[in-house]
């Protein structure tokens, strides 16, 4: 009802048997301010006042009250009695207090103006309504009656509308700028509908509440939040409109709600958001261009029905969420359509509960079927699957997979004896993923356009044969907490790093090609006991580093081309580097703080600095290595002692063949000899002419001949 139609209807009531009192401050009405009016009017009566400025007054009386013209209230109004009706004032208050506070039931205002300082309106009364008026105050409207409505108004405030601890309250067809708009506390079955919101905080909250409907509204801005619930029971988010912010609808703590038919985009962070909340249905949203179009955080026993995510950077995001049902999502055109991950709870061998979910082929993966299975056995996966994901299974074969653009490409969880072959993965998180695996096995696959290309974790007796990690930004392989890995064979290139393995042990990496990473081509990192035997490492930022890893024994790899090291042992002990080749490098072999470790039979020449660097290393033994044309020196040795050198040759290296600041042996005493001098003439073989070292020490029985001793 519009405002003209109003007033007539007012006027209409107020003929029949009521009187129409004329407030008029030039004195020629029945009363010169609202107050006056008020004594002299009963219930029923029409006040009518003309244009100026009044007093505020209280309405102890069933009053229709009307302004006509310019009218202004100053100061603090109250509305006792019930049933009065107050048309075109405008009220405004220059105190704390509320510009008008309606206690009496069934009470209207409307086109009305309302300013404040601090709260236009607080409503106790029940069956209040409000229509087309405008507020402007840092507080708008605080509601404690039930069943009140605000229909049409334009509210612009902090905190637009507060209803707390009361029910059936409407907000409808409005237009609220506000920091947070409405806010329900405490409070059910209210409705807030087909509103527009614009603003940077939250448009609706739901806090503790319950049986609310959110619904038909228009939110844009830079909302923290757009609609949300924490704490709430039994809402209903339906067929809202949310562009921009950084969550469009989020429940946090709270369950049995139902969030369908809205178009949300351009949330930074979420869409949808589940937060700690269990048994709520999210059907028939669509959601394009946000951060995840859906995202579950700790959040179980959802269903998830007919949502589209297109655009998003995550399609549905799952983390930490166990046994949610997902049927007829449509992920198309997101940069990974679908991810899922163990979150806080740390899930993974131990504890695959997050991964525990009710995923079934009518899931699209950009046209292709979802393959999800849980606990299943001796099962041959179909190879036209978007994404495979396999928990608590065994037995379970899959060949010629062609997957792109899923946050894991194909995921393997708690899984025994599984076998995936001749399968890609491109653009992906993870493009293969093993966590908590016994004796599975992934052979001539490829991951491309990765950030990690293949990733075992917490996994045991796996192997990783004849494949391919090419442009991976992080890296090509990674084995995190495994056992008796097996890298057979395979190739990296381009990557962020090659193959790296953290706090692994018993692993053998073998007849791999590490080439042309940024960082390091084979890392290994607090991995004990493990084998490197017949790599090349070529053309990386390092070739193959260990740090912090006992008992690894390196045998014929290929370290060359490396902008710094070709090989890097530091922090460890009991290591053994036999036949590699270290040349093209910075430097050859640098070794720092280890003890008791042997090379022997290196080949260590043309790098760019020095062949052989040492620092702070004891106890290793040195012999049978080919040490020569490097730029700056064949060995350097810094703060080092007690290392055996013998039976080597330093040949042709740029400013000295060696330098040694510490306590080490260069020879093997005169049975077994020295080493090979290229600026030294010995004169047999071993000589007994000392050669002296740069910085002492000196090699007592040098040869004449390189590989004299042979």
């Not at 076998?419 to 490829?446: D, K, P, Y």
């Amino acid at each position: 009802m519009n405002a003209v139609a109003l007033l007539l209807l007012l006027l209409c009531i107020a003929s029949c048997d009521a009187r129409t009192i004329v407030v008029d401050p030039s004195g020629r009405g029945e009363a010169a301010t609202l107050n006056a009016a008020i004594q002299r009017a009963g219930p029923g009566d029409l006040i009518s006042i003309l244009p100026g400025k009044y007093p505020a007054a209280t309405v102890d009386k069933s009053l229709n009250i009307s302004g006509a013209g310019d009218v202004v209230i100053v100061g603090s109004n109250k509305v006792l009695a019930p049933g009065c009706r107050i048309f075109g004032l405008a009220m405004t208050a220059s105190d704390d207090m509320p510009a008008i506070i309606i206690e009496g039931r069934d009470c209207h205002l409307s086109a009305c103006s309302i300013t404040a300082i601090a709260t236009a309106c607080r409503i106790t009364g029940e069956n209040f309504s409000m229509q087309d008026c405008r507020i402007d105050s840092p507080a708008g409207l605080e509601i404690f009656g039930a069943r009140c409505a605000v229909i049409s108004s334009s509210i612009n405030s902090d905190v637009a509308v507060r209803i707390n601890r009361t029910a059936g309250s409407r907000i409808t067809g409005c237009r609220i700028a506000a920091l947070q708009g409405v806010l329900v506390e405490e409070s059910g079955d209210c409705r807030v509908l087909n509103n527009s919101f614009s603003g940077d905080g939250f448009a609706v909250v739901l806090k503790a509440s319950h049986d609310n409907l959110i619904s038909g509204n228009n939110l844009s801005g830079s909302y923290v939040s757009g609609l949300d619930a924490e704490g709430s029971r039994g809402d209903n988010f339906t067929e809202n409109r949310i562009s921009g912010g950084k969550v469009g609808i989020s429940l946090r703590r709270s369950e049995e709600s139902l969030i369908s038919g809205n178009v949300i985009e351009k949330s930074e962070q979420a869409g949808i958001f589940l937060d700690d909340s269990a048994r709520n249905i999210l059907e028939d949203n669509h959601l394009t261009a946000n951060g995840n179009g859906i995202l579950l955080q700790g959040s179980s026993f959802n269903s998830l029905l007919s949502n589209v995510a297109s655009f998003n950077t995550y399609g549905i995001s799952l983390r930490g969420s166990s046994r949610n049902l997902l049927r007829d999502s449509l992920l198309h055109n997101n940069s990974y359509n679908l991810r899922l991950t163990a979150g806080e709870s740390g899930g993974s061998s131990s504890n695959p509960l997050p991964f525990d979910q009710d995923i079934d082929g009518s899931n699209l993966a950009d046209g292709r079927p979802v393959c999800y299975l849980v606990g299943a056995s001796a099962v041959r996966v179909p190879s036209d699957c978007g994404f495979l994901g396999l928990v608590s299974c065994r037995d379970i074969r899959a060949l010629d997979l062609n997957i792109a653009n899923s946050s894991t490409g194909v995921l393997l969880v708690n899984c025994s004896n599984c076998n995936i072959q001749n399968s890609s993965v491109r653009h992906a998180e993870s493009g293969f993923l093993l966590s908590g695996g016994q004796a599975c096995t992934l052979g001539r696959s490829r991951a491309e356009d990765c950030q990690t290309g293949f990733l075992a974790e917490d996994s045991s007796a796996c192997q990783i044969v004849a494949s391919q990690a090419v442009n991976c930004t992080l890296q090509g392989i990674l084995a995190e907490g495994s056992a008796g890995l097996g890298l057979l064979g395979c190739r990296v290139e381009g990557s962020g790093a090659g193959a790296v393995l953290r706090g692994s042990r018993l692993c053998r990496i073998q007849n791999c090609s590490l080439l042309y990473s940024r960082g390091e081509g084979l890392s290994l990192s607090k991995s004990h006991n493990c084998s490197l035997l017949a790599n090349e490492a070529l053309f990386n930022e390092n070739g193959i580093s260990i740090i912090g890893s006992n008992s690894c024994y390196i045998e014929s790899n290929n370290a060359s081309g490396n902008e710094r090291d070709g090989i890097s042992l530091q922090q460890l002990e009991l290591a053994e580097a036999v036949r590699n080749i270290a040349s093209a490098n910075a430097q050859g072999i640098y070794i720092q703080s280890c003890r008791l470790f042997h090379l022997q039979s290196n080949l260590l020449g043309e790098n760019s600095r020095y062949g052989l660097r040492m620092s702070l290393s004891r106890a290793g033994n040195i012999t049978e290595n080919n040490v020569h044309d490097n730029g700056l020196a064949g060995a350097n040795l810094v703060d080092c002692s007690d290392n055996l050198i013998y039976h080597n040759v330093f040949a042709n290296n740029g400013l000295q063949n060696a330098a040694d600041n510490g306590d080490n042996r260069w020879d093997g005493g005169s049975d077994m000899g020295g080493n090979y001098w290229s600026d030294f003439a010995a004169s047999a073989n071993p000589g007994v002419e000392p050669r002296p070292i740069v910085g002492g020490g000196s090699d007592r029985y040098p040869f004449r001949d390189a590989w004299g001793w042979q």
